[in-house]
C-alpha cells in the first residue's frame, strides 16, 4: 500500500476504515494501527462524550464518531451513510462491537441475555457487513476483519454466552469470505485476555497470576490486535481470507500432553 504524506507531513493512503465499538479497548487500538498508518477512520460507540476524547486523540482532521448502539438496525444505516458521506468510501470494515453482560454456569443463562449476546455480538457484524458490501465493497473491493475470541475455539467456564457468539463470529467470518470473494477479504482475529476495561475482571488485582500461564509472559495490549487488523486490511494479507488468527501469547500451547 503506497502512503503518501498530505499537507501536514502524515502518511495517507487514501484508504478509509468504519470500526465498531472503538473509542477505547480493542478498537482504538485498531483505530490508532489505522489512522498511523494513513487511513481516516470512522469509530462508532455508544458514549458520545467517549467518542469525541477518542476522536481528539486520534486526529479530528482523519477521524470522525457516530455514537449508538451496533445492535440498533438503524445505527448501522446511519453510521455507514456518515462514513460515506463524510470520506466517500469504505474499504475497510472491522466489526469489534461486543457485549459479555453476564457470567456463570449455562444451566443458568437466562435467554433474554443470551440473545442479547448474539444481537450484539454476531447480528450487528452481519448488518455492517451487508451495508457496506452495499454501500461500496460489492463494487470496489475491501477487507473485512470480526473481532472473535479464542472463548470462541475453547470452552469458556462461566461466559459460555459470550463464548458461543464469538464461535458465531468465527462462522459468519467463513461465510462471508465464502460469499464476498473474490473482491473482498473476510478474516477473523481470536484474541486472548487483553488488558482492556472490558476484561478487566479477569486480571485485576492478579495480572501477574494471569499472566503467567501465558508462554510469552505477558497479557495482550490492544496494540497486538492493533497490529493484526493493520496487517490483513492491508496488500501483505492479500492471499488471505476465512482465517481466524489467534492472537493469544501462545496460551493455546499450553493444551497439549503435559
Not at 495517507?12 to 485498531?30: C, E, F, M, N, Q
Request: hydrophobic content about 45%.
Amino acid at each position: 500500500m503506497t502512503q503518501q504524506p498530505n499537507d501536514s507531513g502524515r502518511p495517507d493512503s487514501g484508504k478509509v476504515a468504519l470500526i465498531t465499538g472503538a473509542s477505547r479497548g480493542i478498537g482504538y487500538g485498531i483505530a490508532e494501527a489505522l489512522v498511523a498508518r494513513g487511513d481516516r477512520v470512522c469509530i462508532t460507540g455508544r458514549g458520545e462524550d467517549a467518542l469525541k476524547e477518542a476522536v481528539e486523540r486520534l486526529g479530528a482532521d482523519r477521524v470522525i464518531g457516530f455514537p449508538g448502539k451496533a445492535h440498533d438496525e438503524a445505527h448501522q444505516a446511519a453510521a455507514v451513510d456518515r462514513t460515506m458521506e463524510a470520506f466517500g468510501r469504505i474499504d475497510y470494515l472491522v466489526n469489534n462491537a461486543g457485549t459479555n453482560p453476564v457470567f456463570g454456569p449455562m444451566a443458568d443463562l437466562d435467554l433474554g441475555v443470551a440473545r442479547k449476546v448474539y444481537e450484539t455480538n454476531v447480528i450487528s457484524a452481519l448488518g455492517f457487513a451487508q451495508l457496506t458490501w452495499r454501500a461500496w465493497q460489492k463494487d470496489h473491493g475491501g477487507a473485512i476483519v470480526n473481532i472473535a475470541s479464542i472463548a470462541g475455539v475453547s470452552a469458556s467456564p462461566f461466559i459460555g454466552a459470550y463464548g458461543m457468539s464469538k464461535a458465531a463470529m468465527v462462522n459468519l467470518t467463513l461465510q462471508l469470505a465464502h460469499e464476498f470473494a473474490p473482491g473482498v477479504r473476510v478474516n477473523a482475529i481470536a484474541p486472548a485476555v487483553i488488558k482492556t476495561r472490558f476484561a478487566q475482571a479477569i486480571y485485576e488485582g492478579r495480572e501477574a497470576e494471569a499472566a503467567a500461564s501465558y508462554p510469552l509472559g505477558r497479557l495482550g495490549v490492544p496494540e497486538d490486535v492493533g497490529g493484526a487488523a493493520a496487517f490483513l486490511t492491508s496488500d501483505q494479507s492479500d492471499w488471505i481470507t476465512g482465517q481466524t488468527l489467534a492472537v493469544d501469547g501462545g496460551i493455546f500451547l499450553n493444551a497439549g500432553v503435559h
